[in-house]
């Protein structure tokens, strides 16, 4: 593995991270404002956390 491809992968990774945590954090804030959506709420960020991994873990194979 070369010098670009291992900063790029580490960037694919920082990227991919930062995008889970924000969407933890504002899944967060909407289930403290609305309680009773919570189910709905969890869902949609399981899913959409799952989506960023899978195009992460994808880009770091891709050449």
Known sequence: ????EII???LI???AGL???R????AMDAIARQPEAS??????MII????I????????FAK
């Open 53 to 60: 991994e899978g195009i992460g873990f994808a880009a770091l």
């Open 13 to 15: 990774v920082i990227g």
């Open 23 to 26: 969407i933890g954090g504002s």
């Open 19 to 21: 995008g889970i945590g």
């Open 48 to 51: 959409a956390a799952a989506l």
């Open 1 to 4: 593995m070369q010098i670009p």
């Open 39 to 44: 189910g709905k709420i969890q869902t949609a």
């Open 8 to 10: 790029g992968a580490g």
